[in-house]
């Protein structure tokens, strides 16, 4: 069983950054591939980015490619998503997610984090 709680959501405006940390219970998080999705009002949660166990390979959504990159600490039961050149587009409620069945663009992940609200001002 593994818990998520996120953090690092806030009020930015349009060009600005933020951090968000994604931090784990559970002594199996670092065999587990990770993700990243969000969900704008009345719209579909989506994809934004996912790293492998071993933080060796990730995945980004291309609308976020170039400006946000993801990164894990195992050792701290965290991952990362730097978010910078943020856009209005960006604002949403973000998720970390775990342990992924199947693709791991897809949102079939068996754990998730309540998320973290990213509003970006224009």
């Known amino acids: 069983q593994v818990q998520l709680v996120e953090s690092g959501g806030g009020l930015v405006q349009t060009g600005g950054s933020l951090k968000l940390s994604c931090a784990a219970s559970?002594?199996?998080?670092?065999?587990?591939?990770m993700g990243w999705f969000r969900q704008a009002p009345g719209k579909k949660r989506e994809f934004v980015a996912a790293?492998?166990?071993?933080?060796?390979?990730?995945y980004y959504a291309n609308s976020v490619k170039g400006r946000f990159t993801i990164s894990r600490d195992n050792a701290k039961y965290t991952v990362y998503l730097q978010m910078n050149s943020l856009k209005p587009e960006d604002t949403a409620v973000y998720y970390c997610?775990?342990?992924?069945?199947?693709?791991?663009?897809?949102?079939?992940?068996?754990?998730w984090g309540r998320g973290t609200q990213v509003t970006v001002s224009s």
């Open positions: 997610a775990a342990d992924p069945r199947g693709t791991v663009y897809g949102d079939k992940y068996n754990y």
């Open positions: 559970g002594r199996t998080f670092f065999s587990y591939d």
């Open positions: 790293i492998t166990w071993s933080g060796g390979n990730t």
